[in-house]
């Protein structure tokens, strides 16, 4: 083996494999259900699949435009219009990239500069602040209340201030599956009426949302419109992660920026992916109805744990759904978790670890974007303990 022979000043001294490759590594070497990573296992459309082989095999295999394919560009501005009464402008508005943490982590680095503050609400998905770091951020913390991980905005109040440049919203959220209700968007345009706040929008689960509750996208209210990065994913709405194919959209003077950092980022996106997805999306009835299966699967896995010693509040949104061990265990969930995946074959993911310093709530978050079998399985397992 090779070694570098000075010492390197890491950037992200702190940052080690991530939480998801350490639990599905463990998940494999124990043969376990692995509800951990949020993947699903299920097959993707054969209309999809036979749609992006169509545009291989016709040729569409070299770089698309820097922004995306106008086509894909075009059909998601219509889609923001219908869905959230804004109007995007698709030559200057609208950018495909590879994937919604790219889409994060370019908005970031396009409008963070030394010192600015970016508040970030946890628990947090884990891309969030190393992305701010890297920028040379200054992280500001709120934790989410624990009753039902609603934001405790007299707290946000008391931490904005003059270095203030951007709040990271993610709704639906994970891991918890909350959602933000109108209140809580009112309370946000008040927080930003009279500054230049940037809001950086995770609405990758736009789609994945339960029990009639309404998106409440950034897109819908003008006065947030104008100055957010929203971002999306392909990925999450269709059950192709792996294809790593999202967008975001943003006012035209943020998008410029965005399109700064994307162009020497990852330049574009896959090529024949995009014009799949734009003949695909061509029909809404392919992505409007996602809730409704994801629903079934919550509802189907609810029921098979329903018998437990786990406590739950059905998830809001997202394909996660959070377990409460308070009535099975005292231990730190990471152990828990690692012990649940090696003795008892069941893998999930230890809340603590989204949060800035480890809060122990003793609760687990297991992924329900799985085939009926393995949820019911996985309900047998978790019944047993």
């Known amino acids: 083996m090779l070694e570098y022979p000075n010492t390197?000043?890491?950037k992200l001294p702190k940052v080690g494999t991530t939480i998801?490759?350490?639990m599905s590594?463990?998940?494999?070497e124990n043969e376990a259900v692995n509800l951990s990573q949020g993947f699903p296992d299920f097959p993707?459309?054969?209309v999809l699949i036979d749609l992006v082989y169509k545009y291989m095999s016709q040729g569409y295999n070299q770089y698309p435009p820097m922004p995306g394919v106008m086509q894909l560009r075009e059909l998601i501005a219509e889609k923001m219009e219908r869905l959230y009464s804004c109007s995007y402008n698709p030559e200057e508005e609208v950018t495909i990239t590879a994937g919604g943490t790219q889409a994060i982590f370019t908005a970031i680095m396009a409008t963070i500069n030394e010192g600015d503050e970016v508040i970030i609400f946890t628990p947090a998905y884990d891309c969030y602040a190393p992305a701010v770091e890297l920028a040379g951020g200054k992280l500001v913390y709120v934790?989410?209340?624990s009753s039902d991980y609603s934001i405790d905005w007299k707290q946000v109040k008391k931490v904005v201030s003059r270095h203030t440049k951007m709040i990271l919203i993610n709704s639906p959220h994970n891991p918890s599956g909350a959602v933000l209700k109108h209140a809580d968007i009112q309370e946000l345009i008040g927080i930003t009426k009279d500054n230049d706040i940037i809001i950086l929008s995770d609405e990758v689960y736009e789609h994945i949302i339960f029990d009639g509750e309404t998106h409440q996208s950034m897109a819908k209210y003008p006065e947030l419109a104008n100055r957010s990065l929203i971002v999306y994913s392909f990925g999450k709405?269709?059950?192709v992660t792996g294809w790593k194919t999202g967008y975001a959209v943003g006012p035209s003077n943020?998008?410029?920026e965005f399109r700064k950092v994307h162009q020497f980022n990852?330049?574009?996106?896959?090529?024949p992916i995009q014009y799949a997805l734009a003949e695909y999306m061509s029909s809404s009835e392919n992505y409007m109805h996602i809730h409704e299966v994801y629903q079934e699967k919550r509802n189907i896995f609810l029921s098979a744990v329903k018998a437990s010693r786990f406590k739950l509040k059905p998830t809001k949104g997202t394909y996660f759904q959070l377990l409460d061990y308070s009535k099975i265990s005292n231990e730190e969930d990471t152990a828990l978790a690692t012990r649940l995946t090696i003795e008892h074959k069941i893998a999930s993911i230890p809340v603590s670890v989204f949060y800035h310093n480890p809060v122990q709530n003793s609760v687990l978050r297991f992924c329900f974007a799985k085939e009926n079998d393995t949820l019911m399985k996985a309900g047998d397992i978790l019944c047993n303990i």
């Open 8 to 10: 390197i000043s890491s």
């Open 237 to 239: 709405t269709f059950h």
């Open 44 to 46: 993707v459309s054969q």
């Open 266 to 271: 990852v330049f574009t996106a896959n090529a």
């Open 25 to 28: 590594q463990l998940a494999k």
């Open 254 to 256: 943020l998008m410029a």
């Open 20 to 22: 998801f490759t350490v």
């Open 143 to 145: 934790q989410l209340k």
